[in-house]
């Protein structure tokens, strides 16, 4: 799965249901139970989950071997959607929402996709509109996706966690591994990663508390709120702002705002460092340094901290 497949399967479902209300229908409003899956599988060690507009969620639990499936789909048409799933070469379960063709006009529906296994389990869970959860996992990749949903992760450790979020919602905490957060116009908020991270957003708003490793960040428009930050790498603004404090400096840093704002509270000596900051018209601080033009400090460091500022501002103080 990715990004661009995420947010074009989440767009039909949209305008589909929306082109499908407006139509007359002589379906009975009563919503009836379409699909429902009580299950175990064993040997599986890889799970997928394409749930559309469903609620996911995998729970992983000490000492459980088997995967244990709670499935439930109610509609008010009993054609239009069903859960389906096979096991892959015996050890990979894949799940998903079946739209089956046709036109329902008033479409209703609601139910979830629950799983429960081992903590040791390879995730990719998907929903357009409904929520993903995954709690108490140890893998080596772990991949949550959204579109307007909300994705929720807790007690995840991984080599490698993506989150990807279209205009939903992202929440994680204490999670030990390299994260990957891609967010348009929604909400990230991470608290107590053991890892380095790496955000990429536009609108949306983040907030990234007690990270124990590096963060890079771009965004276009949107806010970011750093604290209790290990290092600062990469950080890149167009209008957007970032607020940080008890925020690490390091050899990685590099900072740059358009007509954006930047304002660092560091924890790091700012003497360790060099500093080389060119401005247009914008301000830039640094320590007891003001100046509307360019800004070099030579502290006789091996490691300067560049940037560039055009009608913004970036102030970095201890």
Known sequence: MNTIKL????????????????????????????????????????????GAFLEVEYQGETGKQDVSLDALLRSNSDKRHEIVFNVIDGSKLKIEVKTNSGLSGNLRTEGFIRLKGPKAMILDLESGSGKVSAKDVVSTETNLLVGSGEIFAKNISSTLITLNSSSGKIYGEDITG???????????????????????????????????????????????????VKALGKASLSSGQLFATETGLGSATSLKASSGNIYIQSVSNLKDFNFNISSGCGLVRVGDSLTSGNLVINNGSPNTIRGEVSSGKIEIVN
């Open 7 to 50: 947010k074009s399967r989440f767009y039909v479902i949209v305008l589909g249901l929306f082109a499908l209300g407006s139509l007359n229908s002589c379906l009975d409003n009563n919503l009836s139970t379409v699909s429902e899956i009580n299950q175990d599988f064993s040997g599986i060690t890889s799970v997928e989950v394409d």
């Open 178 to 228: 390299k994260v990957s957060a891609l967010v348009s116009s929604g909400n990230l908020e991470l608290l107590r990663i053991e890892g380095n991270i790496d955000v990429e957003g536009s609108s949306g708003q983040t907030k990234l508390i007690d990270i124990n490793g590096m963060v890079n960040v771009s965004v276009s428009s949107g806010k970011i709120e750093l604290s209790k």
